[in-house]
T-cell receptor
Framework: DQQVKQNSPSLSVQEGRISILNCDYT??????FLWYKKYPAEGPTFLIS?????DKNEDGRFTVFLNKSAKHLSLHIVPSQPGDSAVYFC??????????FGTGTRLQVFP | GAGVSQTPSNKVTEKGKYVELRCDPI?????LYWYRQSLGQGPEFLIY????????DSGLPNDRFFAVRPEGSVSTLKIQRTERGDSAVYLC?????????????FGPGTRLLVL
């Protein structure tokens, strides 16, 4: 039973355009959400997070939106850069340290 | 300072053998986590330590898996009687104090292949 779902295994975006990565979850008890980025042969790196009491959090080129009623969150990257090419994981927590990850979306930003 | 380090980076073993995977967290971090990432999947939680004690081991798949952190720093994940299905990348992470909102910093992982 996959509690955190990333239904798009891959996404290709032109440099300078917006990248939108989506994530859906089924557990209504999740109260904290995170995005991690992973390059090949490296561990995941924390990108941005959002608490369930908010619907938006912004950090530079990265913005995460949370729609609790739809159990959906998205990560927007504007403008996209070639260095953003990586696998992006959505993760969620139910008030604990235990993170539940999605299966990831591979983003490719081309010139 | 140095990040989370894991050794070995790669481990090949035969079915039925015993393996140990080591994690060195960021200095001073009290919380340490083990995750497992199978091919095409996201990281899957295994166990979380706060100091020397396992605060949550609900993700360990069965009693062949065991982890220790005797001095509250380095941790070892031990797998007995390995099976081919144990093949995965084993990720370790640490955070400053643990708790919601604390960033978990991941190491590069140990790639385990069971033949």
């Amino acid at each position: 039973d996959q509690q955190v779902k990333q239904n798009s295994p891959s996404l290709s975006v032109q440099e300078g355009r917006i990248s939108i990565l989506n994530c859906d979850y089924t557990n209504s008890m999740f109260d904290y959400f995170l995005w991690y980025k992973k390059y090949p042969a490296e561990g995941p790196t924390f990108l941005i997070s959002i608490s369930s009491i908010k619907d938006k959090n912004e950090d530079g080129r990265f913005t995460v939106f949370l729609n609790k009623s739809a159990k959906h969150l998205s990560l927007h990257i504007v403008p996209s850069q070639p260095g953003d090419s990586a696998v992006y994981f959505c993760a969620a927590s139910e008030g604990t340290d235990k993170l539940i990850f999605g299966t990831g979306t591979r983003l490719q930003v081309f010139p | 300072g140095a990040g989370v380090s894991q050794t070995p980076s790669n481990k090949v073993t035969e079915k039925g053998k015993y393996v140990e995977l080591r994690c060195d967290p960021i200095s001073g971090h009290t919380a340490l986590y083990w995750y497992r990432q199978s091919l095409g999947q996201g990281p899957e939680f295994l166990i979380y330590f706060q100091g020397t004690g396992a605060a949550d081991d609900s993700g360990l798949p069965n009693d062949r898996f065991f982890a220790v952190r005797p001095e509250g720093s380095v941790s070892t994940l031990k797998i007995q009687r390995t099976e081919r299905g144990d093949s995965a990348v084993y990720l370790c992470a640490s955070s400053s104090n643990g708790g919601l909102g604390e960033t978990q910093y991941f190491g590069p992982g140990t790639r385990l292949l069971v033949l």
